[in-house]
T-cell receptor, first 112, second 113 residues
């Protein structure tokens, strides 16, 4: 069963606009963590933001925020004030126990 | 800032050869991981390692693969008798404790000819 689902293979956003990248997850474990990673064309995986399943507030890190809706099992990434350097693949991931599961990724292109 | 390092950055090998991919996790981290990413596809979990033994492995991680922590700093992935379909980016990652943020190395791009 697919643990992490990213339904948007590609997204476009105008520079300086906000964009939401969708992620839904599936687990019966009450304790889990949700992550977003950015993978630019150079290939490295860059950690962006983390949300724990027991966290009451949505995580924020600078221009990144995670819209965590536990009942809907969604963990969407919101990028505010998009910059050209935000163009990359974005992966949603979940860890339960000692294993991490990754989504198929969303390719974001920021248009000048 | 501490980081995970991987060597080599690129490796080209002939089908049937053995390769060893090396990783140096962040020094105080306790859990180590290997992933692979076939070009244009998602990141796939291979194996996790804790307390000098494999704690979990995926169905991809068959007898062709092995991991080792030969000393206090290195964490290696060995692929025996490589196949064309082993061509991928291989990422090492580490975390301090369960549930913590996972930090990735820059990856080793493996090409099997």
């Amino acid at each position: 069963a697919q643990k992490i689902t990213q339904t948007q293979p590609g997204m476009f956003v105008q520079e300086k606009e906000a964009v939401t990248l969708d992620c839904t997850y599936d687990t019966s474990d009450p304790s889990y963590g949700l992550f977003w990673y950015k993978q630019p064309s150079s290939g490295e995986m860059i950690f962006l933001i983390y949300q724990g399943s027991y966290d009451q507030q949505n995580a924020t890190e600078g221009r990144y925020s995670l819209n965590f809706q536990k009942a809907r099992k969604s963990a969407n990434l919101v990028i505010s004030a998009s910059q050209l350097g935000d163009s990359a693949m974005y992966f949603c991931a979940m860890n339960t126990g000692n294993q991490f599961y990754f989504g198929t990724g969303t390719s974001l292109t920021v248009i000048p | 800032e501490p980081e995970v390092t991987q060597t080599p950055s690129h490796q080209v090998t002939q089908m049937g050869q053995e390769v060893i991919l090396r990783c140096v996790p962040i020094s105080n981290h306790l859990y180590f991981y290997w992933y692979r990413q076939i070009l244009g596809q998602k990141v796939e979990f291979l194996v996790s390692f804790y307390n000098n033994e494999i704690s979990e492995k995926s169905e991809i991680f068959d007898d062709q693969f092995s991991v080792e922590r030969p000393d206090g700093s290195n964490f290696t992935l060995k692929i025996r008798s490589t196949k064309l379909e082993d061509s991928a980016m291989y990422f090492c990652a580490s975390i301090f404790g369960a549930g913590e943020t996972q930090y990735f190395g820059p990856g080793t791009r493996l090409l099997v000819l």
